[in-house]
């Protein structure tokens, strides 16, 4: 099982991109869906996260501009990044947990190949 992300690329400050992340197949459930980041030299750490009813989570630098959304019919979480700035450029990671492929399934997490991001000043 991988997952799939595309978008990402280079854009200048200020500029918007979106990210999309799906995992292939049939799917039973996914807990929470969420984007992380790693910038060179730092921590992979938390942008946003969604869980099956919606509820959000987001890190402190990128509330107000980053809206994480998901399909969950499509096992589809998206990434739409407004406002971006020099310090948003990372590579960013698709990450889904618990996931089951049937009910009785043991519940897997996983993560998506990463792709960059990169915000000109």
């Known amino acids: 099982v991988q997952l799939q992300a595309s978008g990402g690329g280079v854009v200048q400050a200020g500029g918007s991109l979106g990210l999309s992340c799906v995992l292939p197949g049939s799917i039973f459930s996914i807990d929470v869906m969420a984007w992380y980041r790693q910038a060179p030299g730092n921590q992979r750490e938390l942008v946003a996260s969604i869980t099956p009813d919606r509820s959000t989570t987001y890190g402190d630098s990128v509330k107000g501009r980053f809206t994480i959304s998901r399909n969950n019919a499509k096992n589809l979480v998206s990434l739409q990044m407004n406002g971006l700035r020099p310090e948003d450029t990372a590579v960013y990671y698709c990450?889904?947990?618990?996931?089951?492929?049937?009910?009785?399934?043991?519940?897997?997490?996983?993560w998506g190949p990463g792709t960059l991001v990169t915000v000109s000043s």
């Open positions: 990450r889904m947990e618990g996931v089951k492929a049937i009910t009785k399934s043991t519940p897997k997490d996983y």
